[in-house]
């Protein structure tokens, strides 16, 4: 198995370095399509906006985007000269003002989702949901670089979340082109006495067999902790072993139009220290 479309979203032009170099290298690996994706999302307009301030504001909001998004496709672009791999550009003019909108619409067809992990700091215009609405909605794997740090080297050491759920297996099954490819593998699975019935005696060994019928030579590692939570044991193992990927289901729910989050995934989300393949 193998990823041929990938597209990568270049709106955090903050992290832009860091998202070319590791959707470059990870097309590079996988022989694919990469696609670069900026949005150019519509106006947000504000019921207190004056209809004297609103033109001045829509021409700023305008030439923000078109300017980004100029620098985008000349660092894309350039980085896919040097690398000699298969692209394309892509520019969005969406009629929403959510740039996860336009993500989403362009993702659809692909085999793997890049972006970056949110940065409150950066000044990108990206809404502060955009990582959890690409997970939720897209229906695709979405790898998110950290918003600090430079990744080249990804699918090497692989820690996998693993619990035997439905949000769990996608990701393990999503992740295979990267499995595949990694020199090593764990399936962690935290905590697995407070689930025993279904961890049985050797939790994760069956999803071990399963992977390795795709030739993939991977460790189960039980993990019990002194209830940290899953997500801090994951990022701390992950540490530990100097992995450079994550793979965890996300495990969520809409309400009121937000996403609310269980534990392990909103503390992976706020704060990973390596790339992390999320599936919901």
């Known amino acids: 198995m193998t990823y041929k479309t990938i597209v990568v979203s ?27 994706l900026y949005v150019i999302p519509a106006v947000r307009v504000y019921p207190e906006m004056s209809m004297h301030a609103a033109p001045a504001v829509m021409d700023a909001y305008k030439v923000f985007f078109e300017e980004h998004a100029a620098a985008s496709e000349k660092a894309f672009k350039s980085a896919a000269r040097k690398n000699g791999i298969e692209t394309e550009w892509r520019k969005a003019e969406i009629s929403s003002p959510n740039i996860a909108d336009g993500v989403i619409e362009h993702g659809l067809q692909a085999d793997l989702i890049i972006a970056s992990q949110e940065n409150e700091d950066a000044n990108d215009g990206v809404e502060p949901d955009f990582c959890e609405r690409i997970v939720m909605e897209s229906g695709r ?24 759920t439905r949000e769990a297996a996608r990701a393990v099954f999503d992740a295979i082109p990267l499995l595949e490819q990694s020199q090593a593998t764990r399936l962690i699975w935290v905590d697995p006495q407070i689930t025993r019935q279904k961890a049985g005696n050797l939790p994760g060994s069956e999803m071990a067999v399963t ?70």
């Open 211 to 280: 992977l390795a019928r795709h030739g993939i030579n991977s460790t189960a590692e039980a993990m019990p902790t002194d209830r940290i939570g899953q997500g801090d044991a994951l990022l701390n193992r992950a540490a530990d072993l100097g992995a450079d990927l994550i793979v965890m289901g996300a495990y969520g729910h809409s309400r009121m139009r937000e996403f609310v989050f269980g534990g392990a995934t909103r503390t992976v989300l706020d704060h990973m220290t390596v790339p992390v393949l999320m599936s919901h």
């Open 10 to 36: 270049l709106n955090n032009v903050s992290r832009s370095d860091a998202l070319l170099a590791a959707s470059m290298a990870i097309a590079a690996k996988h022989d694919a399509h990469l696609i670069g």
């Open 141 to 164: 794997p979405v790898l998110l670089i950290p918003k600090d740090g430079e990744f080249t080297d990804i699918g090497e050491n692989i820690i996998v979340g693993w619990n035997a």
